[in-house]
């Protein structure tokens, strides 16, 4: 059963900075592609930041030279370094793992930027 658990998530001013971190267990967590998706209030699930096996990243434009993805394959777990947050990063952040034939979701972990 493949579990995906983040945490880092939490309450910071603007400005601040958070990481987000993506533990995986029972899949090879190396083979897939890892994503960082958030969901605010009344909108739509977005891709931020996606980092492929290979270690190609791109990223969401409105967070680009704030947000850095990368992984660990050793350790089973991605992260997601946000630096100079707004508020309207507000919202939850989901890890994502997707490969040829399955994906997996965590169960999310709330960020606040707020002063």
């Known amino acids: 059963q493949v579990q995906l658990v983040e945490s880092g998530g939490g309450l910071v001013q603007p400005g601040g900075s958070l990481r987000l971190s993506c533990s995986a267990s029972g899949t090879i967590f190396g083979i897939y592609t890892m994503g960082w998706y958030r969901q605010a209030p009344g909108k739509q699930r977005e891709l931020v930041a996606g980092v492929t096996s290979g270690g190609r990243r791109n990223y969401l434009d409105s967070v680009k030279g704030r947000f850095t993805i990368s992984r660990n394959n050793a350790k089973n777990t991605g992260y997601l370094q946000m630096n100079s947050l707004k508020p309207e990063d507000t919202a939850v952040y989901y890890c994502?793992?997707?490969?040829?034939?399955?994906?997996?979701w965590g169960q999310g972990t709330q960020v606040t930027v707020s002063s």
């Open positions: 994502n793992l997707s490969g040829a034939r399955n994906t997996y």
